[in-house]
């Protein structure tokens, strides 16, 4: 009875998506219009080729998938030579005055990722050694983060990365987290800066630098770490390196292995516990002492690094501490329990801890509450308003919206719907091979519904995907490990499943490549509006700008009305230096500060403004509006790259006035 329920449910499995995606689009059409119908059309993408790969690939049977002891392909090597190349040649481009290190990381990705992966899915076809697997995999991941870092002088990502330099170089300097700002809940929290602050005295590096690196390392470690769980979990050689190659084609792991800021730190560091927890569990009489005192050093990194880690952490360790027990209770045996004491440790310790330092507790109501308040949806890039000074306001285009299913997001989007829908449809038709990773899988399951991406954006749902992502890995390494061992003898069977897992593994990276403007200049899956890229980094030029521009207003006691970007550039060197946005009315600026803080590259992307904490306003300036406004009002400082202007009599451009 329960075989013939899965048969028909496999028979009418990709129909009945399929009708689902169309229904969606229907909807979306009706509710959000014709733009937002249509840019939804990659969940009907999506299911269309997964079904495509399913019934036009061979998949193997699990049981006819040999041990991975065989000898390593000579033409492995290949994989390293594209990694090692690629770093390189970014390397002297960022070296050399004459060449584009941002263009030659462009070809990394879209090139040299492509050919690396469908390198590395031949040989698992050929049972190539997992741990010679595993190398290549970690070394593709690593192209992406160590190019970023070396292609851009400055990455700040969404804004956190100056500040915690900056705290960091106070820790450096005065020898003591206690100096970090009380203001902030990083004087609470300061095992990141600590850290980093280590590294930097250790090796010499500088704060930033220091970061940077151990966030990659931190995140080639993660990938190890999902291996090992997998190969605690299972009895096969192929998922465990499935899940290591899942983890490394998820968008958010790329992000956060160079946007290193405390909770990503804080995820690597949960992981490593709950590795733990499940090897304790399988090794019994090892006993909860050495278990605890293992995972005792890490705990108490925890209770001082991150808060919020905690909170998104929580329901996540329910469901695998419960789902073992439901499992039994229902008569399915096999799945496999973790040891709780640490992971009870660090969660009890935590809420001891803001209990008693009176920290954190009343922030996190504060920020529930204003979540509840507003329906938990944030503005985002897809529904933040647009105002223009002397540029023209690009309009919503029909032509746009079918083009925007041709960009890296909805590329992105269409195969992680595409492996979705694989991955469930496998777990159904044979759950008993995944019967020990039950737990996970459900973690994964739930997961994948903050993991794609949607025209509504709620509150703070970037930083639950990073808590989710190695679960979700195990779901994704559930298809890849049918599709993987190819049988080259037709391209037209294989062809659509090595596709699949090039396309996903390279548009991940290329996802999170947010530094690289010309690749995400649109039209974008959930842009209304075609606009340029906001920044991500900033050049040496502006960063010594901000520098000398904070000690002029520290100097002079001056309140400067600026960008979002530019205050987060200041906060690298002043933390506490008083800004705020600034208004644009009547075609001109307005603002309650005394000077307006002004950067040349305004004119080459998106202005961000942030009158609230959680919505923002796009702003577009041209290059003559931004022209006139600098030589016709007061410049009050420049350094070439960055200046300080007030208003003039006539007020044209700017009004430093209190707005009414």
């Known amino acids: ?23 969606a689009m229907v909807t979306a059409l009706e509710v959000l219009g014709p733009i937002a119908s249509i840019k939804s059309g990659y969940l009907f993408l999506g299911v269309l080729f997964a079904s495509v790969v399913y019934y036009g690939h061979e998949v193997t049977p699990p049981e006819q998938v040999r041990s991975g002891r065989g000898v390593a392909p000579y033409y492995g090597q290949v994989v390293l030579g594209v990694v090692a190349l690629a770093i390189a040649a970014v390397a002297a481009a ?70 915690h330099v900056r705290f960091t170089e106070l820790v450096t300097t005065t020898g003591t987290w206690r100096i970090i700002p009380e203001a902030t809940s990083y004087h609470s929290f300061p095992g990141l800066q600590t850290l980093v602050g280590s590294v930097s005295l250790l090796s010499g590096l500088s704060e930033y630098d220091s970061l940077v690196t151990v966030g990659i390392i ?15 979990l299972f009895d096969d050689w192929l998922l465990p390196v499935c899940v290591a190659l899942g983890v490394t084609v998820l968008s958010p792991i790329h992000r956060y292995s160079v946007y290193f800021f405390p909770q990503s730190l804080s995820v690597g560091l949960v992981l490593v516990v709950i590795l733990a927890a499940y090897r304790f569990d399988a090794v019994p009489e090892a006993g909860d002492g050495n278990n605890l005192l293992v995972a005792f050093p890490i705990v108490v990194a ?41 992971l009870g ?15 954190f507790i009343q922030s996190l109501i504060s920020a529930v509450g204003m979540v509840l308040s507003q329906g938990g949806v944030s503005d985002t890039d897809a529904g933040a308003p647009v105002v223009s000074l002397g540029a023209a306001v690009p309009e919503p285009l029909i032509d746009e919206a079918v083009l925007s299913l041709l960009s890296v ?27 020990s990773s039950a737990a996970i899988l459900t973690v994964g399951l739930l997961g994948t519904g903050v993991m794609i991406r949607t025209p509504i954006d709620v509150h703070g749902l970037a930083r639950t995907q990073l808590v989710v992502s190695v679960f979700v890995a195990f779901l994704v390494a559930v298809t890849f490990s049918r599709l993987l061992p190819l049988s ?58 901000f520098q000398l521009a904070a000690s ?43 000077v307006i803080m002004y950067r040349q590259r305004w004119v080459d992307h998106s202005v961000r403004l942030v009158p609230e904490r959680r919505s923002f306003i796009t702003l577009l300036i041209s290059n003559e509006w931004f022209d006139r406004m600098v030589g016709a009002e007061n410049k009050v400082y420049t350094t070439g790259d960055i200046g300080m202007i007030g208003d003039n009599p006539n007020a044209t451009y700017v009004e430093t006035t209190d707005r009414p």
């Open 409 to 435: 997001g909805a590329v992105y989007n269409v195969t992680l719907v595409c492996v979705f829908s694989l991955s469930a449809l496998l777990l159904l038709r044979d759950p008993n091979r995944y019967r």
């Open 1 to 23: 009875m329960v075989v013939e329920a899965r048969r028909l449910a496999s028979h009418y499995y990709f129909p009945t998506l399929l009708v689902v995606a169309i229904i």
């Open 345 to 359: 440790a660090w969660i009890g310790g935590s809420v001891a801890y803001w209990i008693l330092g009176g920290v």
């Open 94 to 163: 960022a070296m050399l005055p004459f060449a584009d290190a941002t263009t030659v990381r462009t070809g990394a990705i879209v090139v040299g990722l492509p050919v690396g992966y469908t390198v590395l899915v031949l040989q698992v076809g050929e049972q190539a050694p997992s741990d010679w697997l595993l190398t290549q995999i970690l070394a593709l991941f690593a192209l992406d983060p160590i190019t970023k870092v070396l292609s851009t002088d400055f990455y700040f990502g969404r804004g956190d990365i100056p500040k």
């Open 302 to 342: 925890l209770w001082f690094t991150h808060h919020l880690t905690t909170v998104l952490f929580a329901p996540v360790v329910l469901c695998l501490v419960a789902v073992p027990v439901i499992a039994d209770r229902c008569g399915f045996e096999g799945v496999r329990r973790l040891k709780i004491l640490s």
């Open 488 to 545: 080259l003898g037709s391209i037209k069977t294989t062809g659509p499943a090595l596709l699949l897992v090039v396309l996903v593994a390279t548009s991940g990276s290329a996802y999170a490549a947010d530094d690289l403007y010309g690749l995400h200049s649109g039209p974008d899956l959930w842009e209304t509006r075609t606009t340029p890229e906001t920044q991500k980094e900033f050049s040496s030029a502006e960063m010594g700008g």
């Open 218 to 232: 931190t995140y080639l470690i993660v990938v190890v770490i999902a291996y090992l769980l997998a190969d605690l």
């Open 552 to 594: 002029f207003a520290d100097r002079n006691d001056l309140r400067l009305g600026t960008d979002w970007n530019s205050e987060i550039g200041l906060s690298r060197y002043r933390y506490d230096l008083p800004t705020g946005s600034f208004a644009v009315e009547e075609g001109r600026i307005r603002t309650d500060r005394d």
